[in-house]
């Protein structure tokens, strides 16, 4: 799959602009999930409240997300949240949010355009659209309010349900063929190419064995040239891969999220940051992007 | 003419390389392979593979499951457009020791109910001795898990299909609601439909091996000889 089928990549290639940051190629940034629902999957209710939802934003800046990424749906199906209750949960707290912390990243997680549009006004950064560009307008928000956008692969399904026997020829064709067609259309609607991410969406429309595909077929994305987020803090398949309930699942995701990292991803959305920096920080520093913090043992 | 039928769901969880190291359903594969080796000890002439598809229309009768399409990085093997009803009935087939002649029939989403009852009614008139392997489920809608979330009329559906199965009563298989099936993402409803056809005044006896839904969707095993 070439680069150039998708074309308008940003100009220094491996920028990534969101908000008023420049993240330079080999920094590996960290969105930390702050969810203003009372029933996630991952330890329900935690930041239902505002007080206690504020208290997370200032630990996880504290511990090194570069991101706050804010959604007041959950992805499983169930009791419906319609647009305006879903702005009641999430808008305010991104302005407070913003008051808080002038410079830092905020990305909203919403598929509605209703709900982007709103966020913006409000300070947010980036639309952080699971659902795979199911409301066409979501882009076209991005592009009036300079805001960045996430292009994601959700397996063709409507938002807020769960795969059932979904196949492919190719699951990573599949993410390419989609991903890099919202990249474009966002392209051409104004967005500026800096601010664009693509997303394979692990578990979106995908059986375990499609996420641990585009798990290891990563470079593949990466390859593109756009800068790959990857979503894989708890999830399902981490918990079929090693048979272990949602609260267990920290380990299997740093694996994973460390063989994503060295695979090329550059975003990578967390529920637990202080770790997830830590694996991240130390892959940049194999890698050679980043020097290690103090060198003394063997030298003095 | 027609020595019986059998009902299997068609569910990727029966093939073993798509549960990894947990065989996960080790009972439902048991009952469908108990239900198969049952249907073949009439020793058909050939079997009549019959399940859902976006389209109706006969496949190549050698045509195989690739489970690749479920489970990806494994070798590609077998046919990746036939629709996986028809190739978990061929695997079970397989998985039996069946050799002899079958023929692989899609029966599409959208067909009507007349359609599904003749088709049912064609498979059997043949001098040879013919045996039905219908691939289908009942509703994925069944618990707060389920691929489909919960549908409240989902339990209540799939009882009477079981009872009408149990029962052999065709006619109620013939009177469940197409939309409300398609509501209830029962994707063996057109299998119900091409059985009763098949089955008419055959007088069958029908034993259910399994009924249960582990997962939220309903797994119905069920073999249906007839009486001549």
């Known amino acids: ?300 | 003419m027609l020595t019986g039928a059998v009902l299997c769901p068609a569910t990727p969880l029966l093939h073993p390389e798509v549960t990894g190291r947990d065989a996960v359903v080790p009972i439902l594969r048991a009952a469908c392979a108990r239900a198969v080796t049952r249907l073949l000890s009439s020793e058909p002439d050939i079997v009549v593979v019959a399940g859902p598809a976006a389209l109706t229309g006969e496949w190549d009768p050698a045509g195989r499951l690739d489970p690749s399409v479920f489970v990806p990085g494994i070798r590609r093997t077998g046919d990746r457009s036939l629709p996986p009803a028809l190739g978990l009935g061929a695997f079970l087939l397989d998985q039996a020791g069946y050799t002899g002649r079958r023929r692989l029939q899609a029966v599409g989403l959208d067909e009507p109910a007349s359609a599904c009852i003749q088709l049912g009614m064609r498979l059997r008139e043949t001098e040879a001795k013919a045996a039905l392997l219908l691939m289908g489920d009942g509703s994925a809608r069944r618990t707060l898990k389920a691929p489909g979330y919960l549908d409240n009329r989902a339990t209540a559906f799939d009882a009477e299909v079981e009872r009408a199965v149990r029962d052999s009563d065709l006619g109620a298989l013939q009177r469940l609601d197409r939309r409300l099936a398609h509501d209830l993402l029962a994707t063996g409803w057109p299998a119900w439909q091409v059985l009763s056809g098949a089955l008419q005044d055959l007088a069958p006896a029908a034993d259910v091996l399994y009924s249960d839904a582990p997962f939220g969707v309903g797994y119905l095993v069920a073999y249906l000889k007839t009486r001549l």
């Not at chain 1, 504020?54 to 511990?63: G, K, L, Q, S």
């Not at chain 1, 756009?226 to 309930?245: A, I």
């Open chain 1, 1 to 300: 799959m070439s680069a150039s089928l998708s074309g308008g990549l940003p100009d220094p290639p491996g920028v990534l602009r969101l908000g008023r940051r420049d993240f330079p190629a080999g920094h590996l940034v960290v969105m930390a999930i702050v969810n203003r629902t009372p029933d996630s999957f991952y330890r329900p209710g935690l930041t239902w409240d505002p007080a206690a939802a504020m208290e997370r934003v200032h630990e996880v800046v504290a511990e090194g997300a570069d991101i706050v990424d804010i959604g007041g749906v959950p992805a499983r199906p169930g009791d419906e949240v319609d647009v305006a209750e879903e702005i009641r949960r999430t808008v305010p707290f991104i302005a407070a949010v913003r008051a808080a912390y002038p410079e830092l990243v905020i990305s909203v997680d919403t598929w509605r355009h209703g709900v982007g549009r709103e966020a913006c006004m409000a300070g947010a950064d980036l639309l952080n659209d699971t659902w795979g560009g199911w409301d066409p307008r979501l882009i076209e928000v991005a592009a009036e309010a300079g805001a960045g956008i996430v292009c994601s692969h959700a397996g063709h399904l409507p938002p807020r349900t769960r795969p059932f026997r979904v196949s492919y020829d190719d699951v990573v064709s599949d993410v390419l063929e989609v991903t890099l067609a919202l990249a474009s259309r966002a392209v051409a609607a104004g967005v500026e190419p800096a601010r664009i991410l693509i997303d394979p969406a692990h578990d979106f429309g995908k059986n375990t064995w499609h996420s641990l595909e585009i798990t290891r077929r990563l470079g593949e994305l990466a390859g593109t040239g756009w800068p790959v987020l990857v979503s894989v803090s708890n999830k399902d398949f981490v918990g079929e891969t090693l048979d272990v309930p949602v609260d267990d699942r920290l380990a299997g995701t740093l694996a994973t999220t460390a063989v994503c990292a060295w695979l090329g991803a550059r975003v990578f959305r967390a529920h637990q940051v202080r770790e997830t920096r830590h694996v991240l920080s130390t892959i940049s520093v194999i890698r050679g992007d980043l020097p290690p913090a103090r060198v003394v043992r063997g030298l003095a």
